[in-house]
């Protein structure tokens, strides 16, 4: 799986070190460990979780560069796709925000185990307060686009980017997306397609060009009931 592995992402121009490799291992094994107990991925093969988590957060390279970003990861779940980029990447400020207390515990044990420097918040993405501050905000697996940007584009600084990772049926939420984006800021979105095996994957990259009104994001039942 190494090989596999160091493959894809040199296709990603990424070159996979022997400590960054060790460090995946980590990652897979404490994610097990702690899947037994705590249901954080359906996903547990040991080559499928290479490549249908970690391969598939470091596919958001294709959207953008990371060097020295400030990144805030919204609803994280267990890590994915800021801590495979803090991995690769660790010069970049990862922030996550989750509001379930399980994941957090998980997520203090991995960069515990890791030795890496990530800020972790126990809350709602909607009560954050450093709204217009992140020079990139990520999204996996989270809500619907619609949901999902009002959540994570207030975040974002100006001239930042909300990137959205998305499955194969990304089309009609992107069409129902598009006046909410552009209320809360951001410019019409990028999208770039990529292949996951056999599956089509999106990257659904939006460019804040305004400050977003201080009022957004609204209460949650707010978001979900009455899309902007």
Same mark, same amino acid.
């Given at each position: 799986?190494?090989?596999? /592995?160091?493959?894809?992402?040199?296709?990603?121009?990424? +070159?996979?070190?022997?400590?960054?490799?060790?460090?995946?291992?980590?990652?897979?094994?404490?994610? +097990?460990?702690?899947?037994?107990?705590?249901?954080?991925?359906?996903?547990?093969? /040991?080559?499928?979780?290479?490549? %249908?988590?970690?391969?598939?957060?470091?596919?958001?390279?294709?959207?953008?560069?990371?060097?020295?970003? !400030?990144?805030?990861?919204?609803?994280?779940? #267990?890590? /994915?796709?800021?801590?495979?980029?803090?991995?690769?990447?660790?010069?970049?400020?990862? !922030?996550?925000?989750?509001?379930?207390? %399980?994941?957090?515990?998980?997520?203090? #044990?991995?960069?515990?185990?890791?030795?890496?420097?990530?800020?972790?918040?126990?809350?709602?993405?909607?009560?954050?307060?450093?709204?217009?501050?992140?020079?990139?905000? !990520?999204?996996?697996?989270?809500?619907?686009?619609?949901?999902?940007?009002?959540?994570?584009?207030? /975040?974002?600084?100006?001239?930042?980017?909300?990137? #959205?990772?998305?499955?194969?049926?990304?089309?009609?939420?992107?069409?129902?997306?598009?006046?909410?984006?552009?209320?809360?800021?951001?410019? %019409?979105?990028?999208?770039?397609?990529?292949?996951?095996?056999?599956?089509?994957? #999106?990257?659904?990259?939006?460019?804040?060009? !305004?400050?977003?009104?201080?009022?957004?994001?609204?209460?949650?039942?707010?978001?979900?009931?009455?899309?902007?």
């Amino acid at each position: 799986m190494k090989e596999k /592995f160091t493959e894809l992402l040199s296709n990603l121009n990424i +070159v996979l070190s022997e400590k960054q490799y060790l460090d995946f291992l980590k990652y897979y094994q404490l994610l +097990v460990e702690w899947n037994s107990k705590t249901n954080l991925t359906a996903i547990t093969e /040991f080559e499928e979780v290479f490549i %249908k988590h970690f391969y598939d957060s470091l596919c958001i390279t294709k959207a953008c560069k990371f060097d020295s970003q !400030t990144v805030l990861d919204v609803g994280s779940g #267990a890590g /994915f796709p800021s801590i495979p980029l803090k991995i690769i990447y660790n010069d970049i400020k990862v !922030t996550i925000i989750d509001s379930l207390g %399980k994941r957090i515990k998980f997520l203090e #044990a991995l960069i515990d185990e890791l030795g890496i420097d990530v800020e972790l918040i126990h809350d709602r993405a909607e009560n954050h307060q450093l709204k217009n501050h992140y020079d990139i905000v !990520t999204a996996r697996a989270v809500s619907k686009l619609q949901v999902l940007s009002e959540l994570c584009i207030p /975040f974002v600084k100006v001239r930042g980017h909300f990137i #959205a990772l998305k499955g194969p049926n990304y089309d009609e939420e992107l069409n129902s997306s598009l006046s909410t984006i552009k209320i809360l800021g951001s410019d %019409k979105p990028v999208v770039y397609e990529y292949n996951l095996l056999d599956q089509k994957r #999106a990257l659904i990259m939006c460019d804040k060009i !305004t400050l977003t009104q201080n009022k957004y994001p609204r209460n949650y039942s707010q978001i979900k009931s009455k899309p902007l």
